[in-house]
């Protein structure tokens, strides 16, 4: 049973940063594609960024990049997402998700394991 397990949310002031975690557990996650969603208020879940588990490739949404770092720990069996110069804009709650299906990385509906999500809140 693959389990995903958020933390690193919070309250943070515009311009701050923060470091998600998400760690994962329950099968080998070679060949997994592992990726960051969010989901503000009222809004549609939308894709962050995603990984390749194995090769450490890298996928970004365009508007994001530069402010935005995924990276993962083998080791540790870990996926991060470095945030910078945060907006309030950012205001969401973080989902990571794990596929194994080749599919374009930003599809929502390919993912069939998440986790339960964690907050971030971006004050002005």
């Given amino acids: 049973q693959v389990q995903l397990v958020e933390s690193g949310g919070g309250l943070v002031q515009a311009g701050g940063s923060l470091r998600l975690s998400c760690a994962a557990s329950g099968r080998p996650f070679s060949g997994y594609i592992m990726g960051w969603f969010r989901q503000a208020p009222g809004k ?3 894709p962050v960024a ?3 588990w194995s090769g450490g490739s890298t996928e970004y949404t365009d508007s994001l990049k530069g402010r935005f770092t995924i ?3 083998i080791t540790k069996n870990t996926m991060y997402l470095q945030v910078d110069s945060l907006e309030p804009e950012d205001t969401a709650v973080y989902y990571c998700a794990a ?3 080749r599919s374009s990385w930003y599809l929502v509906a ?3 394991y998440w986790g339960q ?3 971030v ?3 002005s």
């Fill in 117 to 119: 999500g964690t907050q």
């Fill in 99 to 101: 596929k194994s299906v």
């Fill in 50 to 52: 995603a990984i390749n």
């Fill in 44 to 46: 549609e879940r939308e």
């Fill in 71 to 73: 990276s993962r720990d």
């Fill in 121 to 123: 809140t971006v004050s």
């Fill in 110 to 112: 390919a993912y069939p």
